[in-house]
Structures are given as C-alpha cells and as structure tokens.
C-alpha cells in the first residue's frame, strides 16, 4: 500500500484529502507545518508528499527547495492557493513533479496522484541497480547514504556507507582491515590503527551486529 505525506495547515482540506485517498486504497499521514513536513519527507516512509505552499513557520517553496537540494526524490505534487504563474514557476522549478491551484477536484488530485505513484515506480525500478545494492532486507541507497533495514531507513555517516557498500559489492568474502582501509579510507593508515573496528561497531548498531561477522585472525564478512 502506498503512503502519502498530505502537509497542509487547513484542516477541512487536509481531513477532505486524508478521507478521499483513504477510500481510494492509500495509506495517509497529516502535518500542518513546514518543519514537519520536512522532516518527515526526508524520512523514507512515503510514497508521494501533497504539499501545501502557504505552512506555517518554513513556506512550502523552502520545504520543496532544500528537499532537492539534499536529493530526495520522492515525488511531490504542489496544491495552494497562490494561482500566479510565477509561483508556479518557482514550485516547478524548485523541484515539483506537479502543481495544482486550488479549489480544485478531488478526482483530478486523485488522477496525478495515481499518475505521479506510476511515474515513481517505474523509475525506482529502472534506477534500482545502478544506484542500490540488496541483500536480503538490507538495501543500500547510493544516492542518499541511507539503509534499509527491516522496512525501515536509516542515515549513515561516509564511512559507514563505503565499508557497507564495500561487504554488499563482496558479500561472503573475507576482508582483512588492510583491504578495507584501502578500498574505504583509500589511503595508507597504520595498520595497527583501530579504525576499522571503530566504524564496524557503529555501522553493527545501525544494520545488527550479527550481519557482519569477525573472522579471528582474518577480519570481516557479510554474511
């Protein structure tokens, strides 16, 4: 089932929207303010954002603004008030994959909304093997330095994606701390530094610690 991010301060039109797109099959969630709803588009869990550009405390334009600017690619159909066409053109610009005026009608909000999830799903797809690596639940997003785990996103540090990356692009191989401060740090460390094992334990906490095993004597794996 789809989840859609509705960001809208009106509550007549944010419960009209949730009750339409509930009946339609979708999952929803509602926030009323623009840290909101930047916060939890960045977050991973949804399909699509309705985004209002009239929040209150961060406008919508900044919401849509800084979301692109940090890469998130979840789609974001634009519905307000501001009708001109230079705020039309500064939404689409920004980033919007669509922009409706309002009022408008639900079965047109509906339509995009179906159109967008399409558009969507047939990039994801595209997109998959270039710019993700899975393994059974773990998926590795390149493009955000984010994981799956278990259904749910998690942010990591450079470090922790490139030894991640590294055990995806290797799965069941032994790595000794020399390859991986190679093939991670590329450059020469001491070998005796515990970098490595510094980074293993933080990278165990965020995808559990018994994904990636301690070969005595040898080093690490994915297993």
Not at 79 to 91: N, S
Not at 119 to 124: L, R
Request: a neutral charge; one cysteine or more.
């Amino acid at each position: 089932m789809s989840r859609i991010l509705i960001a809208e301060d009106d509550r007549g039109i944010a419960d009209f929207i949730e009750r339409g797109l509930t009946a339609a099959g979708y999952a929803c969630d509602v926030i009323d303010s623009g840290p909101a709803a930047f916060a939890m588009a960045r977050s991973g869990d949804f399909n699509l954002m309705i985004l209002d550009l009239g929040l209150p405390h961060m406008d919508g334009v900044d919401v849509l603004e800084q979301l692109r600017a940090l890469r998130v690619t979840l789609p974001i159909i634009v519905l307000t008030a501001r009708i001109k066409v230079a705020d039309r053109v500064q939404a689409l610009e920004g980033g919007a994959d669509d922009y409706m005026p309002k009022p408008f009608q639900f079965a047109e909000l509906l339509a995009r909304v179906r159109l967008r999830l399409a558009d969507a799903t047939t990039s994801e797809s595209a997109a998959d093997s270039a710019f993700r690596l899975t393994r059974h639940d773990l998926v590795l997003d390149l493009r955000t330095q984010r994981v799956r785990v278990a259904e749910k996103w998690k942010d990591l540090s450079r470090r922790e994606m490139g030894l991640l990356e590294t055990f995806l692009r290797h799965p069941g191989q032994i790595l000794s701390r020399v390859q991986l401060l190679s093939m991670v740090w590329g450059m020469d460390f001491d070998p005796g530094s515990n970098v490595v094992d510094v980074y293993i334990r933080t990278l165990r906490k965020k995808i559990g610690a018994e994904r990636i095993e301690t070969v005595r004597g040898s080093g690490y794996r994915l297993v």
